[in-house]
């Protein structure tokens, strides 16, 4: 308890944490040896102070530490998720995106929770779309063997998050787990699509995946606000690729063919609604800029799987595995699975 003290003076005094210092705070909040009153005071100190990268890494690994971790082949594996908070009232894009790139050959496992910031978390809107989506370990590994896909529901492989859920409500605001949430795939997946709420945000979580060895990712922002690549404005983009960060140039989508749209038409509501815009997108009945804008994410989803030496050739996957009905059938297969196997459990 002295030590975490200690700790707090440091953040009180606006020092930063040394990484050994920063991994010993968090497994001591994570092992429950840290009242609700402390850990309160570490988030708020934290947040004061600002983080850097060094505490953000170090955090993470303990994250990724604490996990239980599923047995299944990540190999060319993706994962498509974002920070919230973006406040756009969209509905879920890169829920939708992941059936797209899993019609285009390209293996699925999807960290998220139920909803926290919005109407509909893609848990939430995964079982309104048939899905079982709150699977244990056993249950995920026997699904992503039969389909190459899955979704980790975050509760069941994160159990540790439960020291640190009363803090995060008393506190009230936003946290650096709002930051990780999206580094804290329990697969250890290497190539990530990761959206997140401001441009500062998006570099960051570059930086921390570029210390924890991904392969390949994308972290954008939308100059709109959205934690997505966007149809209605340019996106700012840093790509981590071969152990280096990229900033790239303002992404605009009227480089694949696209016109720019109000965000309007992106609306989302409560859960069943994006499950029916969803459904409408695979089976081709959707208005054109939703079913563009989880093409447009789906594309950048498949290129960083290392599927394709371009995004324009990973744009022409995503375009047909919607158009053949493969994105559909990915979808199917995949409610087909979760309940199957939740029946043999």
Avoid: W
């Avoid at 060094?54 to 690994?61: I, K, L, S």
């Avoid at 309104?128 to 249950?139: Q, R």
């Amino acid at each position: 308890m002295t030590e975490f003290k200690v700790i707090l003076e440091k953040l009180a005094q606006r020092q930063d944490l040394k990484p050994k210092e920063a991994a010993d705070a968090m497994q001591a909040i994570l092992q429950g040896k840290i009242g609700v009153e402390l850990t309160t005071a570490f988030l708020l100190g934290m947040r004061a102070k600002g983080e850097t990268i060094e505490e953000y890494t170090a955090f993470v690994q303990v994250m990724r530490d604490a996990a239980i971790q599923p047995n299944v082949d990540i190999e060319g594996a993706v994962d498509l998720c974002g920070t919230g908070g973006d406040n756009s009232g969209t509905f879920n894009i890169s829920t939708a995106a992941m059936f797209v790139v899993a019609g285009a050959g390209v293996p699925v496992l999807k960290h998220g929770n139920r909803s926290v910031s919005s109407k509909s978390g893609s848990a939430d809107v995964l079982e309104e779309l048939g899905i079982v989506a709150t699977l244990h370990k056993e249950e995920v590994e026997k699904v992503f063997e039969q389909t190459k896909m899955a979704f980790l529901f975050a509760p069941h492989f994160h159990p540790a998050m439960k020291q640190v859920m009363p803090a995060r409500n008393v506190l009230g605001i936003r946290s650096f787990f709002n930051t990780m949430g999206p580094l804290l795939n329990p697969a250890g997946v290497k190539r990530q699509v990761v959206g997140a709420f401001d441009q500062r945000t998006a570099h960051q979580i570059a930086l921390i995946l570029c210390n924890l060895d991904s392969e390949h990712t994308f972290s954008v922002h939308s100059r709109d606000g959205l934690d997505e690549i966007s149809l209605c404005a340019p996106t700012f983009i840093y790509e981590l690729y071969e152990g280096d960060v990229y900033e790239r140039p303002a992404f605009d989508a009227a480089s694949l063919g696209y016109k720019t749209v109000g965000i309007h038409k992106l609306e989302g509501k409560d859960a069943a609604f994006n499950a029916d815009i969803i459904r409408a997108i695979m089976e081709g009945k959707s208005i054109e800029a939703q079913r563009n804008i989880v093409v447009l994410n789906a594309a950048f989803g498949i290129h960083v799987s290392g599927k394709t030496d371009t995004l324009e050739q990973a744009h022409e996957l995503a375009v047909d595995s919607v158009k053949s009905g493969a994105a559909l059938k990915a979808l199917n297969r995949m409610a087909e699975a979760t309940n199957d196997v939740m029946q043999l459990s």
